[in-house]
Every structure is written in C-alpha cells, then in structure tokens.
Nanobody
Framework: QVQLVESGGGSVQPGESLTLSCVAS?????????VGWFRQAPGKDREGVSC????????FSANSVKGRFTTSRGNAKNTVYLQMNSLKLEDTAIYYC??????????WGNGTLVTVSS
C-alpha cells in the first residue's frame, strides 16, 4: 500500500503560479509507476490534467492546461511535482495525485485545493 500526500495548494490570483507536490509517505519509490495529476472542480467530473509514463517517455497534458502545467519527478524518488503557471479562474479545483503501474495497481492522494480568484 502506497500512501500519497499532496501539498502546495492555496489561493492565488489569475496569472500567478503554484507548485503542487505529491510525496509517497514512508519513502516508497515511485520508480516504475506512471504518475499524474487529476482535478475536480465543483459540480464537475474528475479529469486528467497532466501525466508522465513510467519511463517518462510519454507525457499527457489536457488541452486546457497545455503550455501552462508540467508534471515532473523530483530528485528524491518518492516525489512528483505539478508546476502550474499562468493560472486561470477555471483552474480552481481539488487536485489529486495518482500513481499506477502495469499490473493495474493504482493509488490516489487525498487532494489539495487550488483556488484562483481575483
């Protein structure tokens, strides 16, 4: 069982930046897992935002965040980041970290709230 803890959420104004972190507690390595960020806005379904394959060779970004959001792995093997630039009002949501691997195992964090308001 891998436990994921997100942090870095908060309230910002449009155009500002935030970096979210996702840490596997207990020092579990995220090597071999695909990693990604998902979000759920009030009244909407959860959607994929930005993901990396297990080898980091394949990336995905939702059209709504292309060029603004980037997922990366930290030097510590148990951390993943989501760099969010040029934030917009519509980026307001709870952001979740997820990891998954080839055998179907998947783990979610509990989420961190990002609020973009003027």
């Amino acid at each position: 069982q891998v436990q994921l803890v997100e942090s870095g959420g908060g309230s910002v104004q449009p155009g500002e930046s935030l970096t979210l972190s996702c840490v596997a507690s207990g020092g579990d390595s995220l090597d071999g897992y695909a990693v990604g960020w998902f979000r759920q806005a009030p009244g909407k379904d959860r959607e994929g935002v930005s993901c990396l394959s297990s080898t980091d060779m394949v990336t995905f970004s939702a059209n709504s965040v292309k060029g603004r959001f980037t997922t990366s792995r930290g030097n510590a093997k148990n951390t993943v980041y989501l760099q969010m630039n040029s934030l917009k009002l519509e980026d307001t949501a709870i952001y979740y970290c997820k990891i998954w691997c080839w055998n179907g195992m998947a783990y979610w964090g509990n989420g961190t709230l990002v609020t973009v308001s003027s």
